[in-house]
Structure formats: structure tokens, C-alpha cells
């Protein structure tokens, strides 16, 4: 067992879905995290499934990202906005809380936790 990916640990497909649209179900209910759910559009279905799509490549199933863009560049679709350590902390804070409402195991959620936060930190450019 100890071979098994996040993907394969949090639940396959079906959970990765599940942790995009839970994530961004936290960033709409939290208010400390009103400065990051602002860069967003009102609709986020095409963000939950790009998320989707990022996260299960990522945790180490399909690369459905990098199919459908040819790249896992995540600097150039946040370059228009200016984000900081605030900004990826409320980030943190509503990934943490998602993996918490999907029922993520204590062994994903600390497995994820360094590199959760290297991933949300090189996002910044302020």
C-alpha cells in the first residue's frame, strides 16, 4: 500500500472532482478568503474543472491538464492578478478545508501538506 499515489489514496477520479468543487465551495463560504474568491468570475465551473483537471496530474493520476493544454504552467493563467502571501494563504485555507469536508485521510492530508504549500507559495509574484 505504501506505493499508492494521493490520487489513488484520496479516491481516484471521482474524489479529485469532488476536492475542485469543494474547494472552491469553501473560498465562496469563507471570509477570510473574500480576496482570492474576487479574482475569480461569479461562475466557476470552467476553474473547478481546469482545478480538476491540474489536480489530477498532480496527485498522480491522468494528466488531463497537460492534455488539453499542452503545459502544467500555472504562473501564466495567474499572472493578471497580483498574489501574495495573504493570497496564497487563503488558498491553503480553503484546500485544507476541502480536503477536510471530502474526508481526506490523515496520511493524504500530511502527505499533501509540504507540497500543497510549495505549490500555492510559487504561485506568488508579489
Not at 461569479?42 to 476553474?47: E, G
Not at 491538464?65 to 492578478?81: E, G, I, M, R, S
Not at 485521510?105 to 506568488?124: C, G, H, T, W, Y
Amino acid at each position: 500500500m505504501g506505493n499508492q499515489t494521493p490520487y489513488e489514496l484520496l479516491g481516484g477520479e471521482t474524489k479529485v472532482k469532488e476536492l475542485a468543487i469543494t474547494f472552491y465551495q469553501v473560498m465562496d463560504e469563507l471570509e477570510e478568503a473574500s480576496e482570492i474568491r474576487a479574482m475569480h468570475s461569479r461562475n466557476l465551473d470552467k476553474i473547478q474543472q481546469a482545478l480538476f483537471e491540474y489536480l489530477s496530474g498532480w496527485l498522480g493520476g491522468p494528466n488531463l491538464y497537460q492534455q488539453k493544454h499542452a503545459t502544467v504552467c500555472l504562473t501564466k493563467p495567474h499572472k493578471p492578478f497580483t498574489i501574495n502571501a495573504a493570497h496564497r494563504d487563503q488558498w491553503l485555507k480553503c484546500m485544507n478545508e476541502a480536503l477536510i469536508r471530502v474526508n481526506a485521510s490523515e496520511e493524504v492530508k500530511e502527505m499533501l501538506n509540504q507540497p500543497m504549500f510549495q505549490l500555492a507559495d510559487f504561485i506568488r509574484n508579489d
